[in-house]
């Protein structure tokens, strides 16, 4: 009998209801969340998920809080598509996904957990990532822990 490894979604289940904007205490710090903060621009930031739906699920966000695409300036929302572009190529090199799933949830009834600060989400995809698992037990199995994973794709920015 094997035994999954999946702490962060009991994590997830206990600490949903914390008040208090998690990309903003990542990107101000001294949260803890700020360790998982790998790419900062000008207006905009890119960090991990600490809920990966799979290995190198990336969260690309305004720096501001705000919760609407019309709220953004110009520079925010042409920063947030060109990083979402750079981290994708990131991704690729590092990764190498077969392909991509990227968007925004907007509402609660949408699945978003944090309504009043949208953030781009970047999920990596490869042939047979959706198996019995997440169906059936809502556990997803990480081939790679989120400080290995932060470490990995840091290298690869630099490049
Ligand atoms: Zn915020």
């Avoid at 996904?97 to 490869?126: D, E, K």
Wanted: charged content about 25%; hydrophobic content about 40%; glycine content about 10%.
């Amino acid at each position: 009998m094997k035994s999954l490894w999946a702490p962060w979604r009991l994590e997830f289940v206990t600490k949903q209801k914390r008040r208090g904007c998690f990309l903003c205490a990542a990107l101000k710090g001294p949260d803890e969340g700020k360790r998982l903060v790998i790419h900062v621009g000008q207006t905009c930031f890119c960090m991990l998920n600490k809920f990966p739906y799979n290995n190198g699920h990336l969260l690309i966000a305004p720096k501001r809080h705000k919760g609407r695409l019309d709220q953004l300036t110009e520079e925010e929302g042409l920063e947030l598509l060109r990083m979402a572009g750079k981290m994708q190529n990131v991704l690729k090199k590092a990764l190498k996904p077969h392909g991509f799933n990227m968007g925004f949830n907007f509402g609660q009834v949408s699945g978003a957990g944090l309504p009043g600060h949208l953030h781009l989400h970047i999920v990596p995809r490869w042939r047979g990532d959706t198996n019995f698992m997440p169906v059936l037990a809502d556990v997803k199995v990480m081939p790679q822990s989120l400080d290995a994973l932060r470490d990995c794709l840091k290298i690869h920015l630099k490049k």
